[in-house]
């Protein structure tokens, strides 16, 4: 299990950034949802973190990338931001809004969730989806409640 030895904050350094975000990559290859839909995590700072998601394997019928994988794309996103920032807390999404506004059939999507609030018990992220050619996909906008508890 991932284990943040502190919380992430606007100190910490470029450095210890790249050092999470690769125990980050390691513990999320093999586990779960995010590795079933391909996302990489690409990048990690105080107030923001990107991750990418292949089109393929990750469509609807119709061939679109799926409105259902933006969402997840997003929640891996806000939630390990938020679970960071928390310095290795439970977190839950309490809501979640998502809105689309462009289809992709091919490529790579990429999210960047920027947070919106940080508190003690709550956060709020917003993650822009966009294409290749940097065109704006989807915008969701999560809220997760950081719990008193430690993961297990």
Do not use: W, Y
């Not at 606007?10 to 999320?28: K, Y």
């Not at 949802?33 to 391909?38: D, N, S, W």
């Amino acid at each position: 299990m991932l284990r943040p030895t502190r919380a992430l904050t606007a100190e910490t350094s470029p450095a210890e950034c790249r050092e999470l975000l690769e125990q980050l990559r390691e513990h999320e290859a093999s586990t779960g949802l995010v590795a079933r839909m391909g996302i990489e995590f690409t990048g990690l700072a105080h107030d923001s973190m990107t991750a990418t998601a292949p089109v393929e394997g990750n469509t609807q019928p119709m061939g679109l990338f799926h409105g259902g994988a933006h969402v997840v794309l997003a929640e891996s996103l806000a939630s390990m931001h938020a679970f960071l920032l928390s310095g290795g807390r439970n977190v839950v999404g309490v809501d979640l809004n998502a809105t689309h506004l462009r289809a992709v059939r091919e490529g790579a999507v990429t999210g960047t969730a920027s947070v919106l609030h940080r508190g003690r018990t709550i956060m709020s992220h917003e993650v822009r989806m966009t294409d290749e050619a940097g065109r704006l996909l989807s915008i969701v906008r999560i809220t997760n409640m950081v719990l008193r508890s430690e993961p297990k």
